[in-house]
């Protein structure tokens, strides 16, 4: 039997999994690779290109995006697709807005509610290039375009290794800064590095939020708790032979287009 693939890069090779449940997409930086990047966090930049070709592909298939609130939902989410990126990356809304906006898409970004405008500090100990965040009159900018944003803590910290009063302030408290600097209401949070447990869970209920994006890979199931909504990593294609003879078989096997 096939298993579903560890990455989204196209939509062929997730064709077969496809049903009622919901592919809820995970992105982090829509750039090209920077000078300096620590080898595990590779995989969490997806070029413009890349990024362009995956919209475009789902477009043309006849796909539409949902927001995540859609995880509440029982229905059978057939050719829906939703769209997230996570700690709110300058680079999103340079280079994933317009492809997105082009399409009619959309989205929603996590933002670390202290860190606006600075950098990706929680990657300090690493030998990384810094990635400037956007700062609120970005933030702005994003909503204008019809995209949406939740939040992702204060500060980017593991949750888990923090006391209630220290979880639930990071929780309860970046809710209501985003709050209070956009003006609106915000409901939807994601887990930084995917860590969470029973504790940290019970503590986004009691914020408040209505969904929460883990990152446990895999579809949204119906079933699914919504404050645990499992995604998957998009990133570009692999090289390796193997990857290649798969993505060519799966795009035989289904050739999704608009009239599929």
Same mark, same amino acid.
């Given at each position: 039997?096939?298993? *579903?693939?560890?990455?989204?890069?196209?939509?062929?090779?997730?064709?077969?999994? /496809?049903?009622?449940?919901?592919?809820?997409?995970?992105?982090?930086?829509?750039?090209?690779?920077?000078?300096?990047?620590?080898?595990?966090?590779?995989?969490?930049?997806?070029?413009?290109?890349?990024?362009?070709?995956?919209?475009?592909?789902?477009?043309?298939?006849?796909?539409?995006?949902?927001?995540?609130?859609?995880?509440?939902?029982?229905?059978?989410?057939?050719?829906?697709?939703?769209?997230?990126?996570?700690?709110?990356?300058?680079?999103?809304?340079?280079?994933?807005?317009?492809?997105?906006?082009?399409?009619?898409?959309?989205?929603?970004?996590? /933002?670390?509610?202290?860190?606006?405008?600075?950098?990706?500090?929680?990657?300090?100990?690493?030998?990384?290039?810094?990635?400037?965040?956007?700062?609120?009159?970005?933030?702005?900018?994003?909503?204008?375009?019809?995209?949406?944003?939740?939040? $992702?803590?204060?500060?980017?910290?593991?949750?888990?290794?923090?006391?209630?009063?220290?979880?639930?302030?990071?929780?309860?408290?970046?809710?209501?800064? *985003?709050?209070? *600097?956009?003006?609106?209401?915000?409901?939807?949070?994601?887990?930084?590095?995917?860590?969470?447990?029973?504790?940290?869970?019970? *503590?986004?209920?009691?914020?408040?939020?209505?969904?929460?994006?883990?990152?446990?890979?895999? /579809?949204?199931?119906?079933?699914?708790?919504?404050?645990?909504?499992?995604?998957? /990593?998009?990133?570009?294609?692999?090289?390796?032979?193997?990857?290649?003879?798969?993505?060519?078989?799966?795009?035989?096997?289904?050739?999704?287009?608009? $009239?599929?």
């Amino acid at each position: 039997m096939p298993t *579903l693939p560890k990455f989204y890069s196209s939509l062929p090779e997730i064709a077969p999994f /496809l049903g009622e449940d919901l592919p809820v997409l995970m992105y982090h930086k829509i750039s090209e690779l920077p000078p300096l990047v620590h080898p595990p966090l590779r995989g969490l930049y997806v070029s413009p290109k890349v990024f362009r070709k995956q919209v475009n592909e789902l477009s043309s298939a006849g796909f539409h995006t949902v927001g995540i609130d859609a995880a509440l939902s029982t229905q059978p989410h057939q050719r829906e697709v939703a769209f997230t990126f996570d700690d709110g990356f300058e680079s999103v809304l340079l280079n994933a807005l317009p492809p997105l906006t082009s399409a009619g898409f959309t989205s929603i970004n996590y /933002l670390v509610a202290d860190l606006l405008g600075k950098t990706n500090l929680w990657d300090a100990a690493f030998p990384e290039t810094p990635q400037r965040l956007m700062d609120a009159a970005q933030v702005r900018d994003w909503l204008a375009a019809g995209q949406k944003i939740g939040a $992702h803590t204060l500060t980017h910290p593991k949750l888990t290794q923090l006391s209630d009063d220290e979880a639930r302030r990071e929780i309860s408290d970046s809710r209501k800064k *985003l709050e209070d *600097l956009f003006g609106i209401e915000v409901t939807d949070f994601c887990y930084p590095y995917g860590d969470h447990d029973e504790r940290i869970t019970a *503590l986004v209920a009691e914020a408040g939020y209505r969904t929460a994006c883990s990152m446990k890979h895999g /579809l949204h199931r119906v079933e699914d708790q919504p404050l645990r909504i499992r995604r998957m /990593l998009a990133r570009h294609a692999s090289r390796s032979p193997r990857a290649l003879l798969r993505a060519w078989r799966a795009r035989l096997a289904y050739p999704f287009s608009k $009239h599929a």
